[in-house]
């Protein structure tokens, strides 16, 4: 079964709109919970995650997410968006798999800003 | 910048050649992870060693092993390779042992191209 899923290949929005991407997650227990960007060229940078407590999580750039436990849910969101906020998106959580926690990505979302 | 480095950026070879792929993780971090990234395949988790120990394995193929060193850089080696082996490869390291809560830091990859 699928750990992570990212039903979006592609979220288009105008800058200074709203915007969201989504992901749904499939793991027992417990979730932990990561949102990684992408930007052309380069790695994988840390947004923010969910661990436990509150369920909306503020993160780097101005990033939010909201965990939604009964949805099993964990979006990532903006209220504002920025051209340079264009890039491509992973949702990840952990996962308890062959004996060791693993960290299972999403097949992450392309968000493009337009001016 | 993250503070995971690796080389080289680029590596052109033929198939059934032999390549190494460098990691240094980021000052004070023992966990190294590896990750394939391609189109079809999305971001893969590959192997994960801490402290010098491997810790845990991922979808990683018979012909690539990995080892980290006792002063933490990491080598990745893939060898017989086809040309299915082409993608970016990354590495990520991380304070803890388990890919647990702690975020992973990703260096910015090696981008292999089998011929």
């Known amino acids: 079964a699928q750990s992570v899923a990212q039903p979006e290949d592609q979220v288009n929005v105008a800058e200074g709109n709203p915007l969201t991407v989504k992901c749904t997650y499939s793991?027992?227990?417990?979730?932990?919970l990561f949102w990684y960007v992408q930007y052309p060229n380069r790695g994988l940078q840390f947004l923010l995650k969910?661990?436990?407590?509150?369920?909306l999580v503020k993160g780097s750039y101005g990033f939010e997410a909201e965990f939604n436990k009964s949805q099993t849910s964990f979006h990532l969101k903006k209220p504002s968006a920025l051209v340079s906020d264009s890039a491509l998106y992973f949702c990840?959580?952990?996962?308890?798999?062959?004996?060791?926690?693993?960290?299972?990505f999403g097949s992450g979302t392309r968000l493009l800003v337009r001016p | 910048d993250s503070g995971v480095t690796q080389t080289p950026k680029h590596l052109i070879t033929a198939t059934g050649q032999r390549v190494t792929l460098r990691c240094s993780p980021r000052?004070?971090?023992?966990?190294v992870y590896w990750y394939q990234q391609s189109l079809d395949q999305g971001l893969q988790f590959l192997i994960q060693?801490?402290?010098?120990?491997?810790?845990a394995k991922g979808n990683i193929l018979e012909r690539f092993s990995a080892q980290q060193f006792p002063d933490l850089h990491s080598e990745l080696n893939l060898s017989s390779l086809e040309l299915g082996d082409s993608a970016l490869y990354f590495c990520?390291?991380?304070?803890?042992?388990?890919?647990?809560?702690?975020?992973?830091?990703f260096g910015p990859g090696t981008r292999l191209t089998v011929l």
């Open positions: 793991v027992s227990g417990n979730p932990y």
């Open positions: 969910y661990i436990t407590g509150d369920n």
């Open positions: 990520a390291s991380s304070v803890s042992a388990g890919a647990s809560y702690n975020e992973q830091f």
């Open positions: 990840a959580v952990r996962r308890w798999m062959d004996s060791s926690y693993k960290l299972i």
């Open positions: 060693y801490y402290n010098g120990e491997e810790r």
């Open positions: 000052s004070g971090d023992l966990s």
